[in-house]
């Protein structure tokens, strides 16, 4: 089984709903609306970037939520040049994170055309001639961010001591000066 998956309206687009969908021989739209979008930058604006991606992963992780019993390939429109490997991470251990075991070669990146069904099923719901089939709350979109909050990034987590990683996840730069202070009390104990 092969999904398609397409966005209209990208989540850094603030004055627009984000419309996410999939297809394959069912369809399957999920809205994330502006005012959420809004409330959700307006408190991470220290970290744009990333929750565009995080928000992006929700979105996917509820649209394809049903399918996954069948091992579908997932088949990801090129949303984000240069961080297909940040989404595809990110989308993988959300899935992990749910208890659903699955293989990371399944997650593809590629360019998805116009004529594709997730496409039209996007921007048709998009401009409202569509309904979507679920709409996220801010608390759908919460309880995952949460989640995702407790998540070091998988460079630092191999240089920082478990019993440290719960304090500084999340926390950027406090990763940095913990990383920082853990490699100097290392080099210090080895020239002892």
């Given at each position: 089984m092969?999904?398609?998956?397409?966005?209209?309206?990208?989540?850094?687009?603030?004055?627009?709903?984000?419309?996410?969908?999939?297809?394959?021989?069912?369809?399957?739209?999920?809205?994330?609306?502006?005012?959420?979008?809004?409330?959700?930058?307006?408190?991470?604006?220290?970290?744009?970037?990333?929750?565009?991606?995080?928000?992006?992963?929700?979105?996917?992780?509820?649209?394809?939520?049903?399918?996954?019993?069948?091992?579908?390939?997932?088949?990801?429109?090129?949303?984000?040049?240069g961080?297909?490997?940040?989404?595809?991470?990110?989308?993988?251990?959300?899935?992990?994170?749910?208890?659903?075991?699955?293989?990371?070669?399944?997650?593809?990146v590629?360019?998805?055309?116009?004529?594709?069904?997730?496409?039209i099923?996007?921007?048709?719901?998009?401009?409202?001639?569509?309904?979507?089939?679920?709409?996220?709350?801010?608390?759908?979109?919460?309880?995952?961010?949460?989640?995702?909050?407790?998540?070091?990034?998988?460079?630092?987590?191999?240089?920082?001591?478990?019993?440290?990683?719960?304090?500084?996840?999340?926390?950027?730069?406090?990763?940095?000066?913990?990383?920082?202070?853990?490699?100097?009390?290392?080099?210090?104990?080895?020239?002892?």
């Amino acid at each position: 089984m092969r999904i398609e998956i397409d966005q209209s309206g990208k989540i850094e687009q603030l004055n627009s709903d984000t419309c996410i969908a999939c297809s394959n021989e069912d369809n399957y739209c999920v809205v994330i609306p502006k005012q959420i979008k809004q409330t959700i930058h307006y408190d991470h604006k220290n970290r744009v970037k990333q929750i565009k991606l995080k928000l992006f992963c929700i979105g996917i992780y509820y649209c394809i939520s049903k399918f996954l019993n069948r091992k579908p390939t997932i088949i990801l429109d090129n949303e984000y040049e240069g961080n297909e490997s940040i989404v595809k991470y990110l989308l993988l251990e959300l899935l992990r994170n749910q208890k659903i075991p699955f293989d990371k070669r399944l997650i593809q990146v590629s360019r998805i055309g116009k004529s594709s069904n997730a496409h039209i099923l996007a921007i048709n719901t998009q401009r409202g001639e569509l309904k979507p089939n679920k709409t996220l709350s801010e608390n759908d979109i919460t309880k995952v961010l949460k989640w995702f909050r407790g998540q070091a990034t998988p460079a630092l987590s191999r240089f920082i001591p478990s019993d440290m990683l719960g304090r500084v996840a999340g926390h950027p730069s406090s990763m940095l000066n913990m990383l920082n202070k853990y490699i100097n009390l290392s080099l210090k104990n080895e020239a002892k």
